[in-house]
């Protein structure tokens, strides 16, 4: 289940908030790229032995390629200090303590104990972490005022320290705050469930607008069912019964080489068409020609529990290609899927309308 291996710390390469990329010689001479989460495990620095866990790169995964540093035996960093009784990854060897912001030692439990309304705040849900940019950029587009935060689902990465996106996003003021909700941490503000999540970023960031996606990465089997973006149905559904204004962002792609993810994502149909049981506003771009006449076809089914919304796309590839973070999905850049990108800065662009002037 673990590859594990020794070796040592020969560079740090880069790193941002929460997180430390480094080189590593492992006991075979060979060399890895490897990822530590300071806040974890301590800082390593070159000449220290590290133990790693390097599954992730020895199955190729794209988004996880990374060897992952699980310790630091001969530099043990200290104890935690401080409140904190969320025990998040639980009963895993890293599994961690955090101050939730729910949790009675909070300085917001007061704020969240009877917070029940997120008062018709919209709230944009996306499958894949990638869309989060693209989103900010359609919204920024028409409402460059907004507060934006992000809540972030435990489908994904389960530390928001993985995503340069995020700490970039927020370094620039793009993002008001990040709220790890389930089982992944690390955000600005931590909570147990997606609906203290949301409650969270209307009341203690006072977001104007949130999006909420899993962290980087994504899990799927081929299946109908087997997917972990089946909890942006769930997602919706929190917005909705919060008296939230939910905002579904489709799942498009021109560039997939999966026949299930051309056009509308099996994704989207599932955790839209079957799970959210809230009605959304499912935003639909007007992308013109045989694709998206396709695009629309795929969607159509989507309307007899939801409200669809055509939305152009004029103005937004200038956008996307102004964006302060690089734009990627699988892999793939904004021009060698730009539909993906179009249809998820639509939904920012179409949730931007649904502000107070």
């Not at 880069?14 to 010689?25: D, N, S």
């Not at 000449?47 to 020895?58: C, E, I, K, R, Y």
């Not at 955000?187 to 980087?216: C, M, S, W, Y």
């Not at 087997?226 to 019964?241: D, K, L, M, R």
Request: charged share 20%.
């Amino acid at each position: 289940m673990i590859r594990w291996r020794r070796g040592e710390v020969r560079e740090i390469r880069r790193e941002w908030p929460g997180a430390l990329e480094i080189e590593v010689a492992v006991d075979d001479g060979a060399r890895c790229r490897a990822l530590a989460y300071p806040p974890l495990v301590g800082r390593p620095e070159p000449g220290d032995t590290v133990l790693l866990n390097t599954t992730a790169l020895a199955m190729g995964l794209g988004t996880g390629g990374y060897a992952m540093v699980v310790a630091i035996p001969d530099r043990l960093p200290q104890d935690p200090s401080g409140p904190g009784h969320l025990v998040k990854a639980r009963y895993t060897p890293l599994q961690a303590t955090v101050l939730g912001a729910d949790e009675q030692d909070s300085p917001h439990h007061e704020v969240l104990r009877e917070a029940d309304s997120l008062d018709g705040m919209p709230v944009v849900v996306a499958d894949l972490h990638s869309a989060l940019p693209a989103i900010l950029c359609g919204l920024y587009l028409e409402r460059p005022a907004a507060r934006v935060a992000y809540v972030m689902l435990d489908g994904g990465a389960l530390p928001a320290w993985f995503s340069m996106a995020c700490a970039k996003l927020r370094d620039i003021g793009w993002l008001t705050g990040v709220v790890t909700v389930g089982q992944s941490f690390g955000g600005d503000l931590e909570a147990v469930t997606t609906h203290t999540g949301l409650l969270a970023a209307r009341h203690i960031l006072h977001a104007d607008l949130t999006i909420v996606a899993q962290g980087p990465g994504n899990l799927g089997t081929g299946t109908k069912w087997g997917f972990s973006g089946v909890s942006s149905g769930e997602a919706i559904n929190a917005a909705g019964v919060l008296n939230g204004r939910p905002v579904a962002a489709l799942r498009v792609s021109e560039g997939d080489l999966r026949e299930r993810h051309i056009g509308v994502s099996h994704h989207s149909l599932t955790a839209y068409g079957r799970v959210a049981l809230t009605r959304a506003d499912v935003v639909v771009p007007e992308l013109g020609g045989e694709f998206g006449a396709r695009v629309e076809r795929q969607a159509e089914p989507l309307g007899e529990r939801h409200n669809l919304v055509k939305v152009q796309v004029d103005g937004l590839y200038d956008a996307l290609r102004a964006s302060p973070v690089g734009l990627s999905t699988m892999g793939r850049k904004l021009d060698q899927d730009l539909a993906y990108f179009l249809t998820s800065a639509a939904a920012g662009r179409h949730a931007a309308t649904l502000l107070p002037a």
